[in-house]
């Protein structure tokens, strides 16, 4: 029997549906709806990735980040920042949402009405993941290469239990930063700096 995800607690509960199943971004869509309470994720297989809502200090370090970013994006005013419940369907078919993300305001113009109120057709300029305490690490990392193989143009992976943040860029080896107290955005993100020391120290 399949146990039921606890809350920031348990891994992600993964379902298979092709070929039995084959849901259409439409369909995909309208799942998510009437399961509001789940965070859930599409593979690029169709396998489904149901989430519960993150624990404290993960949520509180979501936060943060999210508010950096969008303080940042509303002074630049050349993109448009994105919080964790933020789905984008990527062009090899899956929906991913990444704690954060922000996208060029060029790329957003040219999508419909339609398109802007669903899941963005589109990947990230810059995406952002948190592994919480129940991510497995390769797990994260595997998503981080699938947003760049996707066309994100810069990506950071924070690992809080070890005071890490990978670096991700296209047709370059991973970065690793050590314990670092800031990391900076440029020139992808000019100016950009994301403080990290309240990442490393919740305020509870």
Request: proline content about 9%; overall charge negative; some cysteine.
């Amino acid at each position: 029997m399949t146990s039921v995800p606890t809350y920031g607690q348990s891994p992600p509960l993964v379902l298979h549906t092709r070929p039995a199943i084959d849901m259409s971004p439409e369909q995909f869509y309208e799942f998510c709806l009437i399961n509001r309470e789940w965070r859930i994720e599409r593979t690029a297989e169709g396998d489904l990735r149901i989430m519960a809502p993150a624990g404290g200090e993960t949520g509180s370090r979501n936060a943060l980040i999210t508010s950096m970013l969008t303080t940042w994006a509303l002074q630049d005013g050349t993109g448009v920042a994105f919080d964790s419940s933020t789905g984008f369907t990527l062009p090899n078919g899956a929906t991913r949402s990444p704690d954060a993300a922000w996208v060029q305001r060029a790329r957003l113009t040219g999508l419909t009405a339609d398109q802007k109120e669903k899941f963005l057709p589109l990947c990230p300029d810059f995406v952002l993941e948190l592994r919480s305490p129940s991510d497995d690490l390769g797990s994260v990392q595997e998503k981080m290469q699938e947003y760049l193989d996707n066309g994100a143009q810069l990506g950071w992976l924070i690992d809080p239990s070890t005071r890490q943040v990978y670096v991700y860029r296209p047709s370059a080896t991973v970065g690793c930063v050590d314990d670092p107290s800031r990391m900076s955005g440029d020139p992808e993100l000019p100016d950009f700096v994301l403080e990290l020391t309240p990442i490393w120290e919740p305020p509870f």
